[in-house]
């Protein structure tokens, strides 16, 4: 026989996470809006391709920090080509110098709140 305890606790798991951006949204109340990061740099392109960036620029910080940290490197060569200094603050912040307006656009979305700025400088923010 079938065990129907399981079928119905599968069924709800199931429902739960079909339906999560639905009750997410009405759950925080502040997701209703997708988020809008503002790119204010003349600059056309990121130190990688956009795609990669978004899904994937925490792991490139992190790697970041462990070259200057542990290898003591400090240019990064994009897959353009281009060399780019190492650094959150000076590099990052420097075409991204309106935190407010586009780091946290997303992360107040997604509702992360990464704990670099307790260390890491925050440049003055620019429109
Ligand atoms: C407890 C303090 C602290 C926190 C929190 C912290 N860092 Fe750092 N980070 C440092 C220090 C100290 C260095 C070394 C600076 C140097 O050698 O120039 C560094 C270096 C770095 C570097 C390379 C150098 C530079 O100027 O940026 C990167 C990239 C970096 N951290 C990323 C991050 C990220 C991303 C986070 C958050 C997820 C983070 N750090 C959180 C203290 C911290
Ligand atoms: C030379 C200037 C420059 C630097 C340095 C730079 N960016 Fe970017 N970044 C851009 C531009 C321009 C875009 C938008 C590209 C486009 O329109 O496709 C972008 C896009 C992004 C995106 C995607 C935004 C979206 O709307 O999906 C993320 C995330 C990002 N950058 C994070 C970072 C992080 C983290 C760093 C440091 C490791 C960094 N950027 C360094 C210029 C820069
Ligand atoms: C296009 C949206 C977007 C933009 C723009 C963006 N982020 Fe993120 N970021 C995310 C998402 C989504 C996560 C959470 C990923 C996860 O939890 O796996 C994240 C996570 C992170 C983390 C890891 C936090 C943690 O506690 O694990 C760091 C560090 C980070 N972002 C740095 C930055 C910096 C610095 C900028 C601005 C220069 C930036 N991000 C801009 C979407 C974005």
């Given at each position: ?34 988020p809008e990061p ?67 656009q ?22």
């Amino acid at each position: 026989m079938y065990d129907t305890g399981k079928i119905i606790t599968g069924l709800i798991v199931f429902l739960c996470l079909i339906t999560f951006p639905l009750w997410y949204d009405a759950f925080t109340g502040k997701a209703a809006t997708k988020p809008e990061p503002k790119i204010i740099t003349k600059e056309k392109q990121c130190v990688e391709a956009t795609p990669y960036m978004r899904d994937s620029h925490m792991k490139l910080l992190i790697q970041w920090r462990d070259r200057v940290v542990r290898e003591k490197m400090y240019s990064y060569k994009g897959s353009d080509g281009k060399n780019y200094t190492m650094s959150l603050t000076k590099t990052c912040l420097n075409c991204h110098s309106n935190k407010q307006q586009f780091c946290d656009q997303c992360h107040n979305y997604v509702g992360v709140t990464p704990t670099c700025w307790n260390c890491h400088i925050i440049p003055e923010e620019k429109s």
